[in-house]
């Protein structure tokens, strides 16, 4: 039985799985430093195989220690994304059938985002460690993926990060948040503010999309979240004008409130916000805390002209009465998800 197991410096991220199978291996192969991980959880008697060489060669040495012996084949790389198990399947073929089972720890990546907070959610994992990866392979991969909004979680890219950069500000995505973990770092920047030499190579990069935000210090992509609101009368009144085509348009200065946010040229379309409360920190808005108040004081983004432009018309299309900011909230929240990466 061979077990390919991943190991690293963070010994809570190795499953039981992996430890059962390590305690009734006969037969320990790795490289050195990755064994040197572990070598207190080895008992005495164990044969202990160091291995120097290339990788490909460090995956066919277990499987040849493998007939009738337990092989417990160490990896420091995520073995199901980017390490040996990748290599294990693709020589595979060579070898008559054998038992085998593959233990994953948490990634580097997952573990990586939980330092930083929570900036997961449709992400591509992305690993620039191959040198025989094609340039024009990586930059592809980058730009299609900051076009489609994709958070990014970037394994080893020192090398790459001035390209990595000059593709997202072409893209207009200087204020984007960008969560970085090395060795010795672990922290979120702007990308116009994030230098080369703040990575070290064995750097995790995790890129955020539009709605990647900061709060107490913690990256956060959120997650669409479904708050039935209560219906103010003020908010019943506006929603019947505005059904009946009667509310304000453009800039509303005979508002005696005008205007309500710290912003210039604001649009008054929607004096009340149709998606509150989004209970989504990404435009500004966050809880009042301990009293279960979503708070917009901070949000200026629906009072946008490129936003309004954006959200009336497809408000339009699915409004028919003021029942609806309840009734269709998951309708409106796909138009306010749509309308925040257009603009």
């Known amino acids: 039985m061979l077990h390919i197991i991943r190991v690293d410096s ?50 066919e040495l277990g499987i040849s220690m493998n007939p009738n012996k337990e092989v417990a084949l160490i990896d420091c790389e995520d073995p199901e994304t980017f390490g040996l198990a990748n290599l294990f399947f693709q020589n595979l073929g060579k070898h008559d059938k054998f038992d085998f089972k593959i233990y994953p720890s948490v990634s580097s990546i997952s573990y990586g985002a939980t330092l930083l907070g929570a900036p997961l959610t449709d992400f591509v994992a992305i690993d620039l460690s191959s040198d025989l990866t094609p340039l024009s392979e990586i930059k592809e991969k980058i730009e299609t993926s900051a076009k489609s909004n994709f958070v990014m979680a970037i394994y080893k890219g020192k090398k790459y990060f001035d390209l990595i950069k000059e593709i997202l500000l072409d893209l207009k995505k200087e204020d984007i948040w960008i969560g970085l973990v090395n060795n010795t770092n672990c922290n979120a920047v702007k990308l116009k503010d994030l230098n080369r030499d703040e990575l070290d190579l064995n750097n995790i990069l995790i890129i955020g999309n539009k709605m990647t935000y900061i709060e107490n210090s913690k990256l956060i992509t959120p997650q669409s979240v479904v708050i039935i609101p209560y219906i103010h009368p003020l908010t019943k009144e506006f929603y019947t004008n505005f059904i009946n085509d009667e509310s304000p348009k453009g800039y509303n200065k005979n508002c005696e409130y005008y205007p309500c946010h710290d912003m210039s040229n604001q649009q008054c379309d929607f004096c009340y916000c149709p998606f509150y409360p989004c209970g989504d920190g990404s435009t500004g808005g966050k809880w009042i805390k301990n009293k279960n108040v979503w708070n917009c004081m901070d949000c200026t983004w629906i009072h946008e002209k490129k936003v309004v432009n954006c959200v009336k018309p497809k408000i339009k299309e699915i409004f028919e009465s003021v029942k609806d900011l309840q009734t269709k909230k998951e309708d409106l929240l796909k138009i306010r998800r749509k309308c925040i990466f257009k603009t």
Request: charged share 30%.
């Open 10 to 59: 963070n010994r809570e991220n190795m499953t039981i799985g992996a430890l059962n199978a390590l305690k009734k291996s006969e037969i320990i192969v790795g490289y050195k430093e990755n064994l040197r991980m572990i070598e207190d959880l080895i008992e005495e008697g164990k044969i202990i195989h160091e291995y120097v060489g290339d990788r490909v060669h460090l995956v």
